[in-house]
């Protein structure tokens, strides 16, 4: 079908980040108020990277982040964040 696009006008699809752990579901952009994922649960991305699922105990803007032992995200480095964090919410991140 023309006309039809599966990714954004004007991006590569060879740089769009995915998860390739098997864990349906997973996305680095979808946050939610309640967990779908066990809290620290880890999964494997597109550029070999290491995907971790968090909850930000407050405002986490995307970029860096930090992740804490018990799995909270907050701001620092470690790892990156494809989309913000409000307060509360769950998702998951990407190493750096």
Do not use: C, Q
Request: no cysteine.
């Amino acid at each position: 079908m023309a006309g039809i696009a599966f990714y954004p006008s004007g991006t590569n699809p060879a740089t769009i980040k995915f998860a390739t752990g098997g864990l349906l579901g997973t996305s680095l952009t979808r946050r939610t108020l309640n967990p779908e994922f066990d809290l620290g649960a880890v999964t494997h991305g597109s550029n070999n990277s290491t995907l971790r699922y968090v909850k930000a105990t407050g405002a986490v803007a995307a970029g860096n982040v930090a992740v804490s032992a018990a799995n909270v995200a907050s701001s620092g480095s470690g790892y990156k964040a494809s989309a913000p964090f409000a307060a509360n919410e769950f998702g998951w991140v990407e190493s750096a």
